[in-house]
């Protein structure tokens, strides 16, 4: 039993582990630049992209219990239901995201009250 949780946990695990990676490389790699303000644009457009995942992270989480009790139940059309149904609240979803993205940033960058020239620069990373 502890097996079987311990090979449908891990895959998880790692994919929980590999989102905060995405703004570790890109710090190692720009942290080499001349200018302090490049790696505070990774910081920001980090933030912000974490935040957005991370809000995103209930359809993960609901699917997971449903999608489970369907299929402990045996119920392989309510499974097929559910997940549908999440895979169009996620492209629905996107599609907005990718329609307010410069608004999205420029609140962003309001509420974080980054310096002009970090701005700048995290307009150019974000996108």
Known sequence: M???????AIPNIISNLSVPLLGVVDTAVVG???????????????IIFDFIFWGFGFLRMGTTGLVAQAYGAQEERKTRIILARVLL?????????????????????????????VEEYTRIYYP
């Open 2 to 8: 502890n097996r079987q949780i311990l090979r449908l």
């Open 32 to 46: 080499r630049l001349e200018h302090v303000y490049f790696l505070g644009a990774i910081a920001v457009g980090s």
């Open 89 to 117: 609240v996620a492209l629905v979803s996107s599609v907005f995201i990718l329609l307010i993205q410069i608004p999205l940033i420029e609140a962003s960058l309001y509420l974080v009250n980054a310096s002009p020239e």
